[in-house]
């Protein structure tokens, strides 16, 4: 089983739905974060969260919403969703945890959300 | 991506040595990260320097200077596999998030 994973992998919706996308993970991280990739673009930083009452805008929070559940759970929401919202979204986790190893704080990816604004 | 610059495709042939260089706007940085990323899947991290020189991984080698903000991820002993795009990444002394730059599609011929 994947340590973050995401659902729905792939959604087709029309223009002004409401969309949630929803990231979970087993790997005890206290990071999460979501992307969205667009050809050319790479991956912009759309919102992230350190701890479960802590949230964060990134470069494209606009028309985004999140909700940090629990520690364990990141969801996603476009209150209306427009063409332009296309694209493929990631979520991922990482730690600020220096237990143990040395942590070089890398990110871990969800297998990804492929959604489609009509 | 917020002054991250790498090559938008490169093609080497299988067996063969690759260099994929990035660039970095240096204000605020804490490390540097490459990624890869198969066609239609999450990236997966391949390597990470903060301290300026060579990080070496297998056939994989990452390369580092802070002053320059410049980084090259070198690859030898190319495989048909490693046909990927390679994802060069900032993280930010501010809010400790990563900043992506827009990929490097790497084609491997036999």
């Known amino acids: 089983d994947a340590d973050v994973t995401q659902t729905p992998r792939n959604r087709i919706t029309k223009t002004g739905k409401r969309i949630m996308l929803e990231c979970s993970q087993t790997?005890?991280?206290?990071?999460m974060y979501w992307y969205r990739q667009d050809p050319g673009l790479g991956l912009r930083l759309i919102y992230y969260s350190f701890d479960v009452k802590d949230i964060n805008k990134g470069e494209i929070s606009d028309g985004y919403s999140v909700s940090r559940q629990a520690q364990a759970k990141f969801s996603l929401s476009l209150e209306s969703a427009i063409p332009n919202q296309t694209a493929l979204y990631f979520c991922a986790t990482s730690t600020s945890s220096n237990v143990g190893q040395a942590n070089t704080g890398e990110l871990f990816f969800g297998e990804g959300s492929r959604l489609t604004v009509l | 991506g917020q002054n991250i610059d790498q090559p938008t495709e490169m093609t080497a042939t299988e067996g063969a040595i690759v260099q994929i260089n990035c660039t970095y706007q240096?204000?605020?940085?804490?490390?540097l990260f490459w990624y890869q990323q198969h066609a239609g899947e999450a990236p997966t991290f391949l390597s990470y320097n903060v301290l300026d020189g060579l990080e070496e991984k297998g056939r994989f080698s990452s390369f580092l200077s802070r002053s320059k903000g410049y980084s090259y991820l070198l690859l030898k002993e190319l495989q048909m596999k490693d046909s990927a795009s390679y994802l060069c990444?900032?993280?930010?002394?501010?809010?400790?998030?990563?900043?992506f730059g827009p990929g490097t599609r790497l084609s491997v011929l036999p």
């Open positions: 990444a900032r993280k930010r002394n501010y809010g400790q998030n990563f900043v």
């Open positions: 240096t204000s605020g940085f804490n490390g």
């Open positions: 790997k005890g991280h206290d990071r």
